[in-house]
T-cell receptor, first 112, second 108 residues
């Protein structure tokens, strides 16, 4: 597709369950970011992939969070044993050589 | 469908000059509007949101529902304001629509 695609757009899960969020970047984009924005709070950086380099995981809030990027394309963000404080909109963005980003529409995660 | 447009890919101004980064949106309901900034080699940051009506780093933005605009303004640009600026809309479903971004270059 022409843009960054995120799925699902909305996810409601029970506390303690695992969830997977998917990001399909624009073809050829080497850089990929995951951010999250909680209600009433600012934007929080989670993880950054750039080409074949080791990802920058410094923003992951706990070891329940992990992300991978297969074949330099699709990325999956996994949250294990979800907690209510994980409820947020998770945003993915991709870029060619870090010059200007294209954002997905986000996945709204609600943990009940 | 929701859309956010930022007509300028690149905007260059001299230090001390006023700056206005344009943002227009199309949305049938009442959106929540944001401005995000990404400085060189840094992470994206939330600059301001229309509901808080605040001024951050001297920047302000007013939501004009009649013109469906949310332009970002600063009366006196500084060199450190040089960055990529993204306007974004959040709808009732909490989904985001981002504009393509405007690169602001403040010249000495």
């Amino acid at each position: 597709g022409a843009g960054v695609s995120q799925s699902p757009s909305n996810k409601v899960t029970e506390k303690g369950k695992d969830v997977e969020l998917r990001c399909d970047p624009i073809s050829g984009h080497t850089a990929l970011y995951w951010y999250r924005q909680s209600l009433g709070q600012g934007l929080e950086f989670l993880i950054y992939f750039q080409g074949n380099s080791a990802p920058d995981k410094s923003g992951l809030p706990s070891d329940r969070f992990s992300a991978e990027r297969t074949g330099g394309s699709v990325s999956t963000l996994t949250i294990q044993r979800t907690q209510q404080e994980d409820s947020a909109v998770y945003l993915c963005a991709s870029s060619f050589n870090d010059y200007g980003y294209t954002f997905g529409s986000g996945t709204r995660l609600t943990v009940v | 469908a929701q859309r956010v447009t930022q007509p300028e890919k690149l905007l260059s101004v001299f230090k001390g000059a006023p700056v206005e980064l344009k943002c227009n949106y199309s949305y049938s309901g009442s959106p929540e509007l944001f401005w995000y900034v990404q400085y060189s080699r840094q992470r994206l940051q939330l600059l301001l949101r229309h509901i808080s009506r605040e001024s951050i780093k001297g920047f302000t933005a007013d939501l004009n529902k009649g013109e469906t605009s949310f332009h970002l303004k600063k009366p006196f640009a500084q060199e450190e304001d040089s960055a990529m600026y993204y306007c974004a809309l959040r709808d009732y479903g909490q989904n985001f629509v981002f504009g393509p971004g405007t690169r602001l270059s403040v010249l000495p």
